[in-house]
């Protein structure tokens, strides 16, 4: 593995990220914390605990999952758009680099870029309620995971996109309505019993749950599930990532 190309293309990742600062790190961290205002204070008034959890404490990892889902897809599918868009990524693509090395460095460079924010709410969210991770390495497992296989998408969608307005299409019209109807400000098992059973044909409950079973040692639904559902979602990217270079999908046209 060329190890230079991939720092050099993952180093170029981060480095835009640092330039954004503004839009990659702060507006994210201003709309969570908004979102934590708002839901917490208004919703929090009427509804003080949640399976023993503090309204305020309980959506905290909601709205972490909901920043590293969006920023993840955002991160890689512009890192790879962007290319396709000026031309460059035929560049690339001649260069003595194989395509592995290519979604790792951009890959590697959306989830550092996610992971990073995903801390930062966390430490912003421990400003406004008290809070405790009672499985700290799982937390992170989590976190990773997640970032990692949501950068995949991304990359998909980088590859699929051909205009800026295919790019946000899915991130607005299908992750965030997604993650609100998946349990971030509530417990799925507050819903009736129909409702909650449509709700579990939804992939983000499990990111949900398992995340917040990380800091409260109760989840919705099965821990075992939530992380075998995290790791069937990325090896579906990863075969869909090998297929589209194996064929050149929208790569070389």
């Given amino acids: ?117 995903g801390l930062i709410i966390l430490a912003t969210a421990s400003l406004f309620v008290p809070l405790s991770i009672q499985h700290p390495f799982w937390m992170v497992a989590f976190l990773v995971l997640t970032a990692v296989t949501f950068s995949l998408f991304g990359f998909i969608i980088g590859i699929w996109a051909k205009s800026f307005e295919q790019l946000q299409l899915v991130p607005l019209l299908i992750i965030t309505p997604l993650t609100f109807l998946g349990g971030s400000f509530y417990s799925i098992n507050m819903l009736p019993g129909i409702w909650r059973t449509v709700t579990l044909f939804n992939p983000v409950v499990y990111l949900i749950s398992g995340f917040r079973w990380s800091f409260f040692g109760k989840s919705d639904v099965s821990v075992g599930i939530s992380l075998g559902m995290t790791v069937v979602f990325l090896l579906v990217c990863i075969a869909i990532v090998a297929w589209i270079f194996r064929t050149g999908y929208r790569l070389r046209n």
């Fill in 1 to 117: 593995m060329n190890l230079r190309a991939v720092w050099a293309i993952y180093r170029m990742e981060m480095a835009r990220a640092f330039r954004t600062v503004l839009q990659s790190i702060v507006s994210p961290v201003i709309s969570t914390s908004l979102y934590f205002v708002v839901f917490g204070s208004a919703i929090g008034s009427r509804i003080t605990e949640i399976d023993g959890i503090s309204y305020g404490a309980f959506i905290v990892p909601g709205l972490i999952m909901l920043s590293l889902l969006t920023q993840s897809i955002s991160n890689a599918s512009f890192a790879i758009y962007f290319p396709k868009f000026v031309g460059s990524i035929y560049e690339l693509l001649s260069a003595p680099v194989s395509y592995l090395e290519i979604v790792i460095a951009y890959v590697g460079g959306a989830a550092t870029k996610s992971i990073i924010l």
